[in-house]
Nanobody
Framework: QVQPIESGGGLVQAGDSLRLSCTASERAFSSHAVAWFRQTPGKERDFVAALSWNGGSTYYRDSLKGRFTISRDNAKNTVYLQMNGLKPEDTAVYFC????????????????WGQGTQVTVSA
């Protein structure tokens, strides 16, 4: 069992960049596929990006390709989400999720979730 913890959210202006981090104290986190999801009030949690346990394979929401990059450093037990060219519509709470299964783009595919970090992009 792992407990992801997100950090790095904040208030930025449109066009800015932000890097989110997801870490866990459990060493087993490096054996898990990890994904980022995001959610706005009253809406479902949407898939953002995912990567395999070793970072060798990645998968993105089509509309975010080219602006967002997911990566990991297993030596630091951390997964990152680099977000460039941020837009007001990227405003959401961003969640990190982990699974020992193959990564996927649906919420039910992940057993372990962080509490989320707020990203707010002003126009």
């Amino acid at each position: 069992q792992v407990q992801p913890i997100e950090s790095g959210g904040g208030l930025v202006q449109a066009g800015d960049s932000l890097r989110l981090s997801c870490t866990a104290s459990e060493r087993a986190f490096s054996s898990h596929a990890v994904a980022w999801f995001r959610q706005t009030p009253g809406k479902e949690r949407d898939f953002v990006a995912a990567l395999s346990w070793n970072g060798g394979s990645t998968y993105y929401r089509d509309s975010l390709k080219g602006r967002f990059t997911i990566s990991r450093d297993n030596a630091k037990n951390t997964v990152y989400l680099q977000m460039n060219g941020l837009k007001p519509e990227d405003t959401a709470v961003y969640f990190c999720a982990a699974t020992l299964n193959v990564y996927s783009d649906y919420v039910q595919g992940y057993e372990y979730w962080g509490q989320g970090t707020q990203v707010t992009v002003s126009a």
